[in-house]
């Protein structure tokens, strides 16, 4: 019994200037065997080696969109290229499976119906093992 598994979440786990040692005293616990965390992917890129030599054991990342135009529209930001870059960098770094959870909302437009192939197609073409897809009502 106790407490056998972690997820870093909230805002985003990544602009925590410590966050390397934190997961490496997280896993020095005894009994805990997964120990994640769930990003928006931006900074990805840059801490993903560090973080699998801490024992970082999965990933979750975050992902609006793979459009530019629509990425920025929902996160107001345009950090696309970096989140991609980031999810690429963790596959480099060993984080297999690597899980990309998504909302896709008005499956039934064409536009959401396209979106939802090229994330079944970039999950196929990187080796990402699973994907959580979560399916609502356009409001």
């Known amino acids: ?10 805002g985003e786990p ?7 040692k934190l997961i490496k005293r997280l896993a ?7 120990l994640g965390m769930t990003t928006n992917g931006v ?3 840059s801490f993903a080696p560090e973080l699998k030599r801490v024992v970082l054991t ?8 793979l459009r530019p135009s629509r990425f920025e ?7 696309l290229k970096d ?19 998504v909302v896709v909302r008005g499956v039934s437009t064409m536009m959401n119906y396209s979106t ?4 079944l197609k970039i999950n196929q073409s990187m080796f990402v093992s699973s994907s959580t897809c979560l399916l609502g009502e356009e409001e």
Not at 58 to 65: E, R, T
Not at 83 to 101: C, E, R
Not at 116 to 119: A, P, V
Request: no cysteine; net charge positive.
């Open 1 to 10: 019994m106790g407490v056998n598994k972690i997820r870093l979440t909230g």
């Open 14 to 20: 990544l602009v925590r200037k410590d966050l390397p």
């Open 28 to 34: 020095s616990i005894s009994g805990i065997q997964t």
């Open 43 to 45: 900074l990805l890129k």
């Open 58 to 65: 999965n990933i979750n990342v975050s992902l609006d969109s």
């Open 73 to 79: 529209l929902i996160s107001g930001r345009q950090y």
């Open 83 to 101: 989140v991609t870059d980031g999810i690429y960098a963790s596959l480099d770094a060993g984080f297999q499976p690597l899980k990309m959870n």
């Open 116 to 119: 939802s192939l090229s994330l």
